[in-house]
């Protein structure tokens, strides 16, 4: 799987937006970006995914740069629920369903109320 | 919302006992997988199965490790001869047929190996 940088921690307070990036510069053409998170003693779970063009969904938002090398989560209201790690992972489908994720140490977020 | 279940939630075993974890996936799901995350480090997958076989398989499965789909619904995970090294939180997950799709895990079972 193609590599993703993201910074280890960022902290926001309570109720403001969260803009969370994700640097992949060797994505390709059929690399979707996934995000997921995984709250303190949880498996991970979904949050959204997209390959060109920018997602919303309930959760949040997913803005995708033009040359897709970067992308940037966004939690428009942050809430302490939203105290996590968030992780950034390219999936390429072709692999179909059978591909295992690969996570990285992706970004602890930190809420301050 | 639909979810993938897993028992035990917390099972401590001895070192060299056999141990199997259970996990019930989403029904209209018909891919499944392990992960696996040691306290304080990245979750790992270690493998995938589709259509009653492994589809995908990490360098952590090793024949210590098998999986089976007994009946339509359980997946389980088994582990024969346990290391203190195999103690970590074990994630089931499952997904559909398109890869363009997120997967769901579960809550996790925490093993512990003494």
């Known amino acids: 799987d193609a590599k993703t940088t993201q910074p280890n921690s960022m902290e926001s307070n309570e109720e403001e937006p969260v803009h969370l990036p994700c640097n992949h510069s060797?994505?390709?053409?059929?690399?979707?970006i996934h995000w997921y998170r995984q709250l303190p003693s949880q498996g991970p779970e979904y949050v959204i995914h997209g390959l060109t063009s920018n997602v919303n969904n309930r959760m949040a938002s997913l803005a995708i740069a033009e040359d897709r090398k970067s992308s940037t989560l966004i939690l428009h209201r942050a809430t302490l629920r939203d105290a996590a790690v968030y992780y950034c992972?390219?999936?390429?489908?072709?692999?179909?369903?059978?591909?295992?994720?690969?996570f990285g140490k992706g970004t602890h977020l930190i809420i301050q109320p | 919302e639909p979810e993938v279940t897993q028992t035990p939630s917390h099972q401590v075993t001895q070192m060299g006992q056999e141990v199997i974890l259970r996990c019930v996936p989403i029904s209209n799901h018909l891919y499944f997988y392990w992960y696996r995350q040691i306290l304080g480090q990245k979750v790992e997958f270690l493998v995938s199965f589709y259509n009653n076989e492994i589809s995908e398989k990490s360098e952590i499965f090793d024949d210590q490790f098998s999986v089976e789909r007994p009946d339509g619904s359980n997946f389980t995970l088994k582990i024969r001869s346990t290391k203190l090294e195999d103690s970590a939180m074990y994630f089931c997950a499952s997904s559909t047929v398109l890869a363009n799709y997120g997967y769901t895990f579960g809550s996790g079972t925490r093993l512990t190996v003494v």
């Open positions: 060797t994505i390709s053409g059929t690399d979707y």
């Open positions: 992972i390219l999936r390429d489908f072709q692999g179909g369903g059978a591909d295992g994720l690969t």
